[in-house]
Structures are given as structure tokens and as C-alpha cells.
């Protein structure tokens, strides 16, 4: 029997009659590919998850996973083989190979809406559907901040340091808002401010950085494309050493909101070791 047909027995095995796959990936291919490029409990991607084969054969091997799905796949195919896999019910593909009994289990996520869409003239703006906190949550990613609303004091929405915060808002900033705002934060502290609009000079206030919406989100989204490729050259970078100063040259205060944290690992650090057999 070769791989193809061997594959289309399982998936028949896996959801009854149900079988909308004309070449679904045998799991013993599978297990092949991630033997050679990966090691026990390293991440694996697959952006084109179709039936859930990568998952369920990571998940068996002992690896981490990462599936995406736009169909209903999602709800009709891999959820319910991952869950038969996860209680130890599936008894094909390289179950009986890996010794494989049960175990592990997943997190599924919903992809959001769009933050910017289009209005009636073309112009970029805010989503209807996004309330308060879910923008705020938005920016705070976008920008480099944990997401961390105060109760007790508005203009706290996200944080990157103790003394470092951000402050999400679709209002217009007049001079007068921003100078209350900066009496508030005082010297000790700096304010990232995410605003529709503002009128004034920035300069007057140098604890405050004033950014508009959505440009300051534009700069951060791919738009138009109809692949799935990503701008790789934003990914965040180590910060530089601090260079020596001279009593004649002080140093100018440079503040860099939300980039003081340390650098998460990307996708690529976790195949630094190479390949290696199961």
C-alpha cells in the first residue's frame, strides 16, 4: 500500500467516512521530516495545519507545536484527532512506533480582528469592533509594553519598566489634557501616549512621547499582500552598549519605551542546535 493511500486509511480510520483530503501526509513521513531537523521538545510550525498530521505526530514524538488553520479544519479534523491522540485513542499513524499512550495536552486560539481596516474614502481606521481594552491590549503589544491597566490611575494601560508606562486614547489632545497629563506623571516617571491626534509641540513636555493612531500602528502591519509573508526586519534587537562619556560631553537621556526588556527567543533560536535523530 503506498504512503497516500496508507494516509487516507487513517484519516478514514480518524473521522468515519469524512475524508475531504486528496493528499494527506502519512504520519510516518512525518515522523521521518521531524526525526532529522528536530530534537525532543524543540517547536514546530505548520501554517497550513489541514488535518492536524504535523501536530499529532509532534505531539507524539515529544515535540512542541504550532499549527495554523483559516477553514473549519480546525473544528471538524484537528481538534478532534488531537484530542483521540492526547487520550491515548488514536492507534494509528506511529502510534504503536514511538510507543505512543496518551498525554499532553493543547491551547486554542482564535485569531482577532483586524486592528485597521478601511472607511468609506479608503482612509485606515480603527476596527468598530475593538472595544477600550481590547486596543489598548493592541498597542501595548504593538509597542513593546506588558499589558497592565491600573486601577487607580487612568492613564496607566501598559507598563515596560516601574517607571516607564503607556497611556491608550481615541481622544484629541489638546495642550492643556497633555500639560495635566505630564504634571501627573512628574519628572520621576515617562508616558508613552497613543492618541488620534494632538496639537502642540511634544518638546513642552519631556516626560511625555506623543504618537498618533494609526500611523503609529501602519508602520507596524503589512497591508495589501495575499501570501503569508512577514517583515522579518522589525524583529526586535538587542539593545547597544552604552558608550563612554566625558565630563565635557554628559549623555543626553534617551528613553526607548518598552525595549529595555530582555529579548524574547524567535521562532529560528530554537533550531540553533541542528538536527538530530529522535
Given at each position: 500500500?503506498?504512503?497516500?493511500?496508507?494516509?487516507?486509511?487513517?484519516?478514514?480510520?480518524?473521522?468515519?467516512?469524512?475524508?475531504?483530503?486528496?493528499?494527506?501526509?502519512?504520519?510516518?513521513?512525518?515522523?521521518?521530516?521531524?526525526?532529522?531537523?528536530?530534537?525532543?521538545?524543540?517547536?514546530?510550525?505548520?501554517?497550513?495545519?489541514?488535518?492536524?498530521?504535523?501536530?499529532?505526530?509532534?505531539?507524539?514524538?515529544?515535540?512542541?507545536?504550532?499549527?495554523?488553520?483559516?477553514?473549519?479544519?480546525?473544528?471538524?479534523?484537528?481538534?478532534?484527532?488531537?484530542?483521540?491522540?492526547?487520550?491515548?485513542?488514536?492507534?494509528?499513524?506511529?502510534?504503536?512506533?514511538?510507543?505512543?499512550?496518551?498525554?499532553?495536552?493543547?491551547?486554542?486560539?482564535?485569531?482577532?480582528?483586524?486592528?485597521?481596516?478601511?472607511?468609506?474614502?479608503?482612509?485606515?481606521?480603527?476596527?468598530?469592533?475593538?472595544?477600550?481594552?481590547?486596543?489598548?491590549?493592541?498597542?501595548?503589544?504593538?509597542?513593546?509594553?506588558?499589558?497592565?491597566?491600573?486601577?487607580?490611575?487612568?492613564?496607566?494601560?501598559?507598563?515596560?519598566?516601574?517607571?516607564?508606562?503607556?497611556?491608550?486614547?481615541?481622544?484629541?489632545?489638546?495642550?492643556?489634557?497633555?500639560?495635566?497629563?505630564?504634571?501627573?506623571?512628574?519628572?520621576?516617571?515617562?508616558?508613552?501616549?497613543?492618541?488620534?491626534?494632538?496639537?502642540?509641540?511634544?518638546?513642552?513636555?519631556?516626560?511625555?512621547?506623543?504618537?498618533?493612531?494609526?500611523?503609529?500602528?501602519?508602520?507596524?502591519c503589512e497591508w495589501g499582500h495575499d501570501d503569508y509573508s512577514l517583515e522579518i526586519k522589525n524583529l526586535p534587537k538587542a539593545p547597544p552598549e552604552p558608550e563612554e562619556q566625558t565630563e565635557d560631553a554628559p549623555a543626553k537621556p534617551h528613553r526607548k519605551f518598552g525595549k529595555d526588556k530582555t529579548v524574547q527567543p524567535t521562532l529560528f533560536d530554537f533550531?540553533?542546535?541542528?538536527?538530530?535523530?529522535?
Amino acid at each position: 500500500m503506498g504512503d497516500n493511500e496508507q494516509a487516507k486509511k487513517e484519516i478514514l480510520t480518524l473521522f468515519a467516512d469524512d475524508d475531504p483530503f486528496l493528499t494527506p501526509k502519512p504520519e510516518r513521513l512525518l515522523q521521518r521530516i521531524v526525526s532529522i531537523a528536530t530534537n525532543p521538545g524543540d517547536l514546530i510550525l505548520d501554517s497550513f495545519a489541514g488535518s492536524g498530521t504535523t501536530g499529532a505526530v509532534a505531539h507524539k514524538m515529544g515535540r512542541r507545536w504550532i499549527m495554523v488553520e483559516l477553514g473549519e479544519h480546525c473544528h471538524t479534523h484537528i481538534i478532534p484527532r488531537l484530542k483521540k491522540v492526547i487520550d491515548g485513542e488514536d492507534d494509528g499513524g506511529i502510534t504503536k512506533a514511538v510507543k505512543w499512550k496518551g498525554g499532553g495536552g493543547f491551547r486554542y486560539y482564535r485569531l482577532g480582528p483586524s486592528l485597521i481596516v478601511a472607511d468609506q474614502w479608503r482612509n485606515p481606521v480603527i476596527n468598530s469592533e475593538f472595544n477600550s481594552a481590547m486596543l489598548a491590549e493592541a498597542m501595548c503589544k504593538l509597542e513593546g509594553f506588558e499589558y497592565a491597566p491600573s486601577e487607580d490611575v487612568y492613564w496607566i494601560h501598559g507598563k515596560s519598566t516601574e517607571t516607564d508606562f503607556l497611556y491608550v486614547t481615541t481622544q484629541f489632545m489638546s495642550k492643556e489634557m497633555l500639560t495635566r497629563l505630564s504634571d501627573e506623571v512628574g519628572p520621576e516617571r515617562s508616558l508613552l501616549i497613543c492618541c488620534s491626534a494632538f496639537r502642540c509641540d511634544p518638546a513642552h513636555f519631556p516626560n511625555l512621547t506623543i504618537k498618533k493612531i494609526p500611523k503609529a500602528v501602519l508602520k507596524k502591519c503589512e497591508w495589501g499582500h495575499d501570501d503569508y509573508s512577514l517583515e522579518i526586519k522589525n524583529l526586535p534587537k538587542a539593545p547597544p552598549e552604552p558608550e563612554e562619556q566625558t565630563e565635557d560631553a554628559p549623555a543626553k537621556p534617551h528613553r526607548k519605551f518598552g525595549k529595555d526588556k530582555t529579548v524574547q527567543p524567535t521562532l529560528f533560536d530554537f533550531m540553533e542546535g541542528g538536527p538530530g535523530d529522535e
